[in-house]
């Protein structure tokens, strides 16, 4: 398949950026469809996710420069050229809960609340951002003998772009049943991050074009991480929560 999707005044606009956008533009209507029904303020969410969203893709692409310095250092434009390809979602992730931490302590916000109801919208638009991978032949794992292998380069491999699209796809339905089911304020996003660590970690493990810190890959690490720090938090929220009542 063409990786472009079409060209306007001579700019090929390439299928993985509609992809993204299309996840994006999704998960903003379902976050501002969540607002409404918990009583937050949709117009404060939109201020938010219009100044997270650009943020948390300066995040992913700082990010995978930092973890692939050896290729941009002293190399400014490609280091912002991310029509070049170079996105790494822990990164976006990271950059857009610290910019939702300060913009609900400045607007006065529930920043539990707000990453609850953001946590569906964000496992919704990875599964669909997830395809970008695969129009682009790329993010695919080993070889493999499956029967539901793609073929890359004469190679059948592990399609590891949907094994996790299918993992981000079953969790946000999970996360969509937790929603009105949780026990604490947080609880929906600490479980997306636990759920899709573990994914990650598993598929990570099948992929030959990971980000490397030393022999280890870099998402395994930081999945091992946010398993072992969610599990933490889910404790404490738990705990705070019943000694208020």
């Known amino acids: 398949m063409d990786p472009i999707a079409f060209t306007i005044f001579g700019i090929d606009v390439r299928w993985y950026g509609v992809l993204i956008s299309t996840g994006i533009m999704l998960g903003m209507v379902l976050a501002l469809r969540e607002a409404r029904r918990v009583g937050i303020n949709e117009d404060k969410l939109l201020d938010l996710l219009l100044i997270a969203i650009p943020c ?3 995040g992913a692409r700082t990010y995978y420069v930092i973890f692939n310095w050896g290729i941009y250092k ?3 434009y ?3 050229n991310i029509r070049g390809g170079g996105l790494a979602i822990h990164g976006a992730i990271i950059a857009s809960v610290l910019v939702a931490y300060i913009f ?3 607007k006065d916000l529930d920043f539990l609340k707000i990453l609850d109801l953001t946590a569906p919208s964000l496992a919704f638009g990875q ?3 997830r395809w970008g991978n695969f129009i682009n032949q790329e993010a695919y794992g080993r070889p493999t003998d499956l ?3 793609i073929n890359v380069d004469g190679v059948n491999v592990h399609p590891t772009f949907l094994y996790e699209s299918f993992w981000d796809f079953c969790l946000f339905l999970f996360l969509m049943w937790l929603r009105k089911n949780k026990k604490y304020d947080g609880n929906v996003f600490v479980y997306y991050a636990i759920i899709y660590s573990v994914g990650r970690f598993f598929i ?3 992929r030959i074009d990971s980000l490397m810190i030393g022999p280890l890959r870099m998402a395994q690490v930081i999945s091992l991480a946010t ?4 599990i933490i938090i889910h404790f404490a929220l738990m705990n705070k929560k019943k000694n208020k009542v």
């Open 56 to 58: 948390s893709i300066i």
């Open 74 to 76: 002293g190399n400014i």
């Open 78 to 80: 490609e280091m912002i």
């Open 104 to 106: 609900c302590r400045v």
């Open 127 to 129: 599964a669909i951002g």
């Open 147 to 149: 029967p539901w292998a």
């Open 204 to 206: 990570e493990g099948l």
């Open 227 to 230: 398993i072992g720090v969610g």
